[in-house]
């Protein structure tokens, strides 16, 4: 889950995350009408799952081998038979007899085999090439050194697919419920060419709903049934629309004034409502964090971004509690570290991973130390002063919130410390934060599955996302082994990580400020809704009005 931009994930997780509500009941029948009305806090910018960057709704009109279905578990999908060889890496899934395109065509097993190709295409500009890592062939094909047609997947026949992997995967059933390994319709690409996904009518769909009335542009659109889907009997809901909302007091008004069934609260809104009956909270395994630029242009920026004890004053002055309770108020949680609570459980003893990854006075409020090891830094760096910016993308509300708070807090705590804020359009906070264009960047990251590798990869030296581009040789062989020699010994494999998120916590590479928790206003009447903190967070397939 990587930017909040794009189709199904969030503008901060809302935009296409969002859901959950019902329309009243119909005024000519004693049926309530199968249809939610739901906000949108962008519009869509693509509808072509190989170019998402993100991925929160398509499992609502893309599906895979396998969907994801409640408490982030791994359910059936277009795949009704599934093997998996003894050494771990060898997967063959067969197709149902009935999966469908929602134009009529049969899904077969080379439509997964050519949208894995197409995906890991260079000039598809995929920005999520980096999760078939482990995958035959797939790290050679993100490196540019082996030709996307050497992917591991093959048909065997019309309907049996075979996936090659290079290590065993232990996170690999909940991987292929991701949208990003659906198939794709070479034969409807190839028929719009440059049209497709321009429109909503230039795409097809394997999963429960298909997209229409989306033109490219506009704030709205809307999901219908897909009659061809192959469970279509259990879909209950016959269109779902969105109408793109930006500010939340317009979108407050619509639901009060019963032209939407779901309204986000802001923080201030929280306080209001919170007793209310309609009131709901969602987790999303989402970690909101400071990254560090340590190859600042700025040499001697540079030199302040590298000292430990200067980074570790930093995380010492944040009073998260506060932040969480006082400042944002919305339900949001302090964090432990880098990887969100409730995402993966110790397969030994089922503890939590948050827990586990937990150092001493590394996510907790020292002021007192925070200024012995700021005092420490500036004597190793002969200096007096510290000027540094902090950019965050303002089209996020809490945004501004947060960083006036950080730059009292740090100010107020570290002697000499003199922070400028930098809010700029979220786009251009992407762009300067991909070329390295910044001190300090209020970033986040949410987990795509429900395994901790997922946070843990990002830090990793040769990782593009890695903004900041810390670096670090024992780390990066630390998650080589847990994604390789240890791959096939979860216990093992679990305590590699663990180490790894420790050294996270014990650098400060990456300062964690609060697990983000959403609020809604949201009617009584939607039941059988999905939500999970991980992957597609929203799923309607079992949805209905009462």
């Not at 359009?425 to 599955?449: E, I, N």
Request: hydrophobic share 35%; charged share 20%.
């Amino acid at each position: 889950m990587r930017k909040w931009t794009g189709f199904g994930l969030v503008a901060a997780v809302m935009a296409l995350s969002l859901g959950l509500a019902a329309c009243g009941q119909s005024a000519s029948s004693a049926k309530p009408t199968q249809e939610l009305r739901l906000p949108a806090t962008a519009q869509l910018d693509t509808i072509d799952l190989a170019k998402a960057t993100g991925y929160g709704q398509t499992g609502n009109v893309f599906e895979g081998f396998y969907r994801l279905g409640k408490n982030g578990q791994v359910a059936p999908g277009l795949a009704d038979k599934v093997q998996e060889s003894k050494d771990q890496k060898t997967w063959t899934f067969h197709i149902r007899d009935n999966a469908k395109w929602s134009n009529g065509d049969k899904i077969t097993a080379q439509d997964f085999v050519y949208s894995w190709r197409r995906t890991l295409t260079p000039a598809t500009k995929s920005s999520y090439t980096n999760m078939f890592s482990g995958i035959k062939n797939g790290d050679k094909i993100i490196a540019g050194k082996a030709d996307p047609s050497t992917i591991g997947i093959r048909a065997k026949n019309r309907q049996t697919v075979v996936v090659k992997l290079d290590r065993p995967i232990a996170y690999f059933k909940i991987l292929m419920a991701y949208p990003l390994f659906a198939p794709q319709n070479k034969k409807v690409i190839d028929k719009y060419g440059k049209k497709y996904a321009t429109k909503s009518e230039y795409m097809v769909y394997s999963g429960p709903f298909k997209i229409t009335n989306w033109s490219g542009t506009g704030n709205t659109w809307s999901f219908v049934k897909n009659n061809q889907y192959w469970d279509k009997n259990v879909v209950k809901l016959q269109k779902i629309k969105y109408q793109v909302v930006t500010n939340p007091q317009t979108g407050l008004s619509l639901y009060q004034n019963n032209k939407l069934d779901f309204a986000n609260l802001t923080n201030e809104q929280v306080k209001n409502y919170k007793n209310d009956k309609a009131f709901k909270e969602y987790p999303y395994s989402i970690v909101i964090h400071l990254k560090y630029n340590f190859q600042d242009a700025d040499k001697e920026k540079r030199r302040i971004m590298n000292n430990q004890n200067i980074r570790q004053a930093i995380a010492l002055s944040i009073n998260r509690s506060q932040l969480t309770k006082k400042v944002l108020g919305d339900g949001s949680v302090t964090p432990t570290g880098f990887v969100a609570s409730g995402l993966a459980k110790d397969p030994k003893t089922g503890e939590d991973f948050a827990k586990q990854q937990t150092v001493k006075n590394s996510t907790t409020y020292n002021p007192k130390l925070a200024q012995q090891k700021w005092a420490q830094g500036l004597k190793q760096l002969g200096i007096k002063k510290v000027d540094l910016s902090i950019m965050a993308g303002n089209d996020d509300a809490a945004a501004s919130t947060v960083t006036q708070y950080l730059k009292g807090a740090l100010e107020k705590n570290l002697k000499g410390f003199d922070l400028k804020i930098q809010n700029v359009p979220a786009s251009v906070a992407q762009s300067r934060a991909t070329s390295g264009d910044f001190d300090l960047y209020l970033s986040h990251w949410g987990a795509d599955f429900n395994d901790p590798i997922s946070f843990l990869q990002i830090p990793v030296s040769s990782n593009s996302l890695n903004y900041g581009k810390w670096s670090n040789k024992q780390y990066d062989q630390l998650i080589n082994k847990a994604q390789n020699q240890d791959a096939g010994q979860p216990e093992v494999r679990w305590q590699d990580m663990v180490k790894a998120a420790k050294m996270l916590n014990q650098t400060q590479s990456f300062t964690p400020l609060y697990q983000a928790n959403y609020a809604y206003l949201q009617r009584n009447t939607a039941k059988g809704i999905i939500h999970n903190t991980a992957g597609t967070q929203w799923s309607y397939k079992y949805a209905y009005i009462k």
